[in-house]
C-alpha cells in the first residue's frame, strides 16, 4: 500500500513539475492554487515541486490548523512563520495555547473553535487584549456549559455558533455581553419526539430552551441573523426528507418548532441541517462556517434572509 502512495505522489510531483516548466508562471500559480484548495493532500504534493510553489500554497495548507495534542500546541506556540496564514483554529486538545504567543504566531486568526472540556480554560486565561485583534468568531463543539457566558471573548464577537446544543444560562442582559454580535447560530436536534443533547428532555423542553435563548439573542440590538439547524434523526424522518421540496421541507421545520414563536421572527432563519450523522455534516468544520465561503451555513442563512424579507 505505502509503495502503491509512494508511485501516485510521484506522479503528481511529475505533473505538478511539467506544469510549471511549460506554462506561463502566472498562470501555472492559478492552476496550482485552485487545486491546492480543492484537496489538502494536492496541496502538500504541490508544496515539494518548488520553492515558489511552497510559497504559493502554504497560506492555503495553513488557513485551517486543528489542534489534537499539546505536540500541536507546542508548534503554534514555537512561532512557526506558517502559522502566520492561520485563519481558523480548531482546538481538539485539552489544553490551549498560551494567549500572548498564540497573537504572535497567528497574527491574522479570525475564528476559533472550541469544546466544553477546555470553555472554563478559554474563559479565564484568554482576556480581551492580548488575543489576536481580527479573532472576532467562535465555534462552539459539543455540549454547553455555563461558562460559556462569562468569556471576555464574547465582548467582541461578531459571530457566535453553538454546533450541537442549544446554550443554556443565556446571559440576562445579552446586549451588554455581545455589543458588537451580528451573526448567531444554534441547532434544534430531535429524534422521535425528544432531545439528542441532552437525552433526557423531551422536544417540547428543547423548544422551550430555543426559545428563551432566541427572545434574548434578539434583543441584541446589532444582531442582523438568528440561524437554528433543524434536524430530526428519527431514521424514517431522514429518509424521507430527501424527497421533499423546499416548501415541504420548510413546513416540517415549522412544524418541528411549533412551540418556537420566535422561529417567525423577521431575523431568524431556520435550515435544515445537512447529513445524517450527529457529529458530522459531511463537511469539514471550518467549511461549514467559513465567513467568507459561498457554500457555509453563514452564506446559506444570508440567501435565505434576503428572500424571506423580499
Known sequence: MGLILAHENNILLERWSRLLCNAPIDIARTILEFAAHLDKTTARSIALVSKDANAWVTPILYQTVVLLTDTHIKLVESGLPSFKYTKTLILSTSSIP???LLKQSCPTLRQLHIHKDIAWEVSKKYPIGVLPTRLHELVVNSFTQPAYSFMP?????????FVHDIPRHFPETPAEVFPNLTHFACPYFVASGRS????HETSAMLASALAYTLDKVLSIPSLRIALVLVKDFSQNVTDSLATLSDDEREAHMHALLKDVPQKDAPKVVLIARKGSMFYSDGREPAEAWDTTGGISYWAEAEAALGSKNK
Open 153 to 161: 471573548l464574547y465582548s467582541v464577537l461578531t459571530h457566535l455558533t
Open 196 to 199: 439528542l443533547i441532552p437525552v
Open 98 to 100: 498560551d494567549p500572548c
